[in-house]
């Protein structure tokens, strides 16, 4: 049961609930793309990723000098199912909008910028 409760108190806070969010919908942010979008001073933003990163809900990878976080490999199914359950319910909620949109602004900025934490682009092959 310890492991429900750390999962359920990680959730437990707004901004850590939104970081989650976040994550669920793009394979990595790193701290300076999820400061942008929740529009909070770095070190807050760096309190509540410890804190999930303690309950085993993100995970790091560190990419030269950045750090990029993703949902954690230990997450259990019921857990992923909790999380997408969440999203589903919340995808009208403004909040939820208005991170997505900005989301959608950091996506496009760091794959022209190359940034370490975009998400890898995969060539498709056509089909003749």
């Known amino acids: 049961m310890e492991q429900q409760t750390h999962f359920f108190h990680a959730l437990s806070n707004d901004i850590r ?3 989650v969010l976040l994550l669920a919908s793009e394979p990595q942010l790193s701290v300076c793309q999820l400061v942008r979008i929740l529009g909070l001073p770095q070190p807050k933003v760096s309190r509540h990723l410890a804190v ?6 993100v995970a ?6 950045w ?6 490999d230990t997450m259990q ?8 359950a969440t ?24 794959r022209m910028a190359n940034h370490p934490c975009a998400p890898v682009e995969h060539e498709t092959e056509e089909v003749a």
Do not use: T
Request: glycine letters at 4%; a positive charge; aromatic letters at 6%.
């Open 17 to 19: 609930l939104r970081i």
């Open 60 to 65: 790091v990878d560190r990419k030269a000098q």
């Open 67 to 72: 750090i990029c976080y993703r949902l954690g």
């Open 52 to 57: 999930l990163r303690e309950a085993g809900v």
């Open 87 to 110: 999203r589903e319910s919340l995808k009208n909620e403004e909040q939820y909008l208005a991170d997505q949109h900005m989301l959608q602004e950091i996506r496009e900025r760091a």
């Open 77 to 84: 199914p019921w857990q992923r199912k909790v999380v997408e």
